[in-house]
C-alpha cells in the first residue's frame, strides 16, 4: 500500500529525523507507529546515521503491530524488524539475526540491559507508549537510564503522558533529554511544581499541582514534545457511552451490603493507605460483578445479575460483534461459561491470529483484558461495540482500550456499553473515570464517603 502521509504526519517525521529526542504526545489513530518507520528507514537508509534501532512496546503490540505495519506499506519495504520474545534463548537467537529494528517488550529491559552490559549496541530507541515509563522506582526505568548516554536517538510515543497527572510525566520526559528540562530528580520536579496535597500525619498521598505549574512544565517541555488530537486531524465517527443499569435481586443486594460493611469495619475510616484501599475496592469491584476470590484464589459465585444483562445486551446488539473488556479471571470464566452454547463465536484475544479473525468478521464475541489490549491493536474492522463488563480504576486503560475500535479506519458509530452495578463500587469507578482526575484519590475519598454512609444506617 502505498503512504500518503497528513501534513501532521509529515511534520511529526521530519522532527524525528531532525532532533536526537523527541516525544510524539499523539492521540490514539494519529498514526504512530507508519510515522516513526518512515523517519526509521529515512535514518537508515537515505540518511546513514542510525544503525540498529530498538523498540519497546507492550507484549501485544511486539508480538504484531510493528511487524505488520512495516509489511503494510510499499516505503518500509527494506526494512527488517524482528520481535525479541519467547524464552531466553529465542531471545538470544532473536538479538543475534541481523535486522534494523528490534521490538521487545517492556518487560524485557532490565534483561536487555545486563545481557548487553556496556556493549550497549543500539543507536536509536523509540519506546511504544512511553507512559509504561512514567514510574521513577521501577526497574524498566532504571534500567534504560543506566544506558541512556549510549542512545543517540530518542524517540516517545504515547497518546496519554499525563494519565493520573503531571507527575506522571517526569520519568518520560528524563529518558528523553536525561534530566534537562524539569530536573535531574523527581524530588526536584516536585518540590518546584507541587504541593503536598492528600496527606495524613507520616503520609503524602498526593500532590497538587502549584498555581501555573501546569503552563510552566508545558512551557519547559514543548521543544522536545509534539501533541495533537485526534478530533483535530481525522473525522472519527460518533463515539456514544451507553450506561446499562444492573440491579441486585434482594439476596444478592443483601450480599453486597453484608460484604461491603464488614470489609469497610476492618478499616480504619480516618485513615486509608493506598495498598489496603486498593484491596478493598478489588473485593467490592468483584462482588459488583457476581463472584469473589476465597482465601484459596478460588471464585465463589455471589450472583448472576451482570451477566443476565450482558446476555440480554449481547441479544439487543442483533448479530453485531462486540468486543468485550473483563477485570477479573472469574469474569472471563463466567462469560465463557454462559456463552458456551449461545450458538456465537466467542474468542478470548490471545494471539495476533485472534485480532486478525476479528478484523476479518469471524468473531462475534472478543474477550480481551483492557491492559492486554489497550495498546497498539487495530480492531477497528471488526466492530463498532465495546462491553465493558468489569471496570477498573485506570483511566489510561480505559481511554486506550476504547480507542481500539474508535480510530482511523473506523466506518462506523462506536458505541461504549458499560454494564454498572447500581450502589456498587461500579457507579464510584466510573464517576473517577468521567472525572478524569486522579483515579487514585478519587479510589480513597469515595471509600471514605461509604464507611460514613455505613455509619448512618
Known amino acids: 500500500m502505498r503512504f500518503q502521509p497528513h501534513p501532521y504526519q509529515r511534520y511529526c517525521i521530519q522532527r524525528i529525523i531532525a532532533d536526537?529526542?523527541?516525544?510524539?504526545?499523539?492521540?490514539?489513530?494519529?498514526?504512530?507507529?507508519?510515522?516513526?518507520?518512515?523517519?526509521?528507514n529515512d535514518l537508515k537508509y537515505n540518511r546513514f546515521t542510525v544503525g540498529k534501532v530498538l523498540v519497546i512496546a507492550p507484549k501485544k503490540v511486539a508480538e504484531a503491530t510493528w511487524t505488520k505495519e512495516t509489511e503494510k506499506w510499499d516505503h518500509l519495504s527494506l526494512l527488517r524488524v524482528l520481535p525479541v520474545l519467547g524464552s531466553k534463548q529465542k531471545r538470544i537467537r532473536a538479538l543475534n539475526t541481523p535486522a534494523d529494528v528490534y521490538v521487545i517488550n517492556r518487560e524485557n529491559i532490565p534483561w536487555l540491559v545486563e545481557y548487553y552490559r556496556n556493549c550497549w549496541p543500539f543507536d536509536m530507541v523509540v519506546i511504544d507508549e512511553l507512559t509504561s515509563f512514567k514510574s521513577h522506582q521501577a526497574k524498566r526505568f532504571k534500567s534504560l537510564t543506566w544506558v541512556r548516554k549510549k542512545i543517540r536517538r530518542m524517540v516517545g510515543l504515547t497518546g496519554t503522558p499525563a494519565p493520573n497527572g503531571l507527575l506522571d510525566l517526569w520519568a518520560q520526559i528524563y529518558l528523553l533529554d536525561e534530566g534537562e528540562r524539569l530536573g535531574k530528580r523527581i524530588t526536584h520536579y516536585r518540590e518546584r511544581y507541587f504541593d503536598p496535597d492528600a496527606r495524613d500525619r507520616d503520609h503524602i498521598f498526593s500532590y497538587a499541582p502549584k498555581p501555573g505549574a501546569e503552563q510552566a512544565i508545558q512551557d519547559r517541555i514543548s521543544d522536545i514534545c509534539i501533541s495533537m488530537k485526534a478530533e483535530d486531524y481525522l473525522q472519527l465517527p460518533e463515539l456514544v457511552e451507553d450506561m446499562i443499569p444492573v440491579v441486585l435481586d434482594a439476596k444478592a443486594e443483601k450480599a453486597?451490603?453484608?460484604?461491603?460493611?464488614?470489609?469497610?469495619?476492618?478499616?480504619?475510616?480516618?485513615?486509608?493507605?493506598?495498598?489496603s484501599a486498593a484491596v478493598l475496592s478489588g473485593k467490592l469491584l468483584q462482588m459488583a460483578n457476581g463472584a469473589v476470590y476465597n482465601e484459596e484464589r478460588q471464585p465463589?459465585?455471589?450472583?448472576?445479575?451482570?451477566?443476565?444483562?450482558?446476555?440480554?445486551?449481547?441479544?439487543?446488539?442483533?448479530?453485531?460483534?462486540?468486543?468485550?473488556?473483563?477485570?477479573?479471571?472469574?469474569?472471563?470464566s463466567r462469560i465463557l461459561k454462559v456463552t458456551k452454547r449461545s450458538g456465537l463465536a466467542v474468542r478470548q484475544l490471545k494471539t495476533p491470529c485472534d485480532a486478525e479473525d476479528w478484523n476479518a468478521g469471524k468473531v462475534d464475541l472478543l474477550l480481551a483484558h483492557p491492559a492486554s489490549a489497550a495498546y497498539g491493536l487495530n480492531l477497528q474492522e471488526g466492530g463498532n461495540h465495546v462491553i465493558w463488563f468489569g471496570l477498573n480504576w485506570s483511566l489510561e486503560l480505559y481511554q486506550q482500550a476504547n480507542k481500539r475500535l474508535h480510530r482511523q479506519g473506523q466506518k462506523s458509530t462506536v458505541f461504549v456499553h458499560h454494564l454498572v452495578t447500581q450502589g456498587t463500587r461500579d457507579e464510584d469507578v466510573m464517576e473517577a473515570l468521567h472525572q478524569k482526575g486522579d483515579t487514585q484519590e478519587h479510589l480513597l475519598q469515595s471509600l471514605k464517603a461509604r464507611i460514613e454512609q455505613i455509619k448512618k444506617r
Open 20 to 40: 536526537p529526542a523527541v516525544g510524539l504526545f499523539l492521540d490514539m489513530g494519529l498514526g504512530k507507529t507508519v510515522i516513526t518507520l518512515t523517519a526509521i
Open 256 to 275: 453486597y451490603r453484608d460484604f461491603e460493611r464488614n470489609l469497610l469495619v476492618e478499616i480504619d475510616d480516618e485513615i486509608l493507605d493506598a495498598g
Open 300 to 332: 465463589v459465585e455471589v450472583h448472576d445479575c451482570k451477566l443476565e444483562v450482558f446476555l440480554e445486551t449481547i441479544e439487543k446488539l442483533n448479530g453485531a460483534h462486540a468486543l468485550v473488556f473483563y477485570n477479573f479471571q472469574h469474569d472471563l
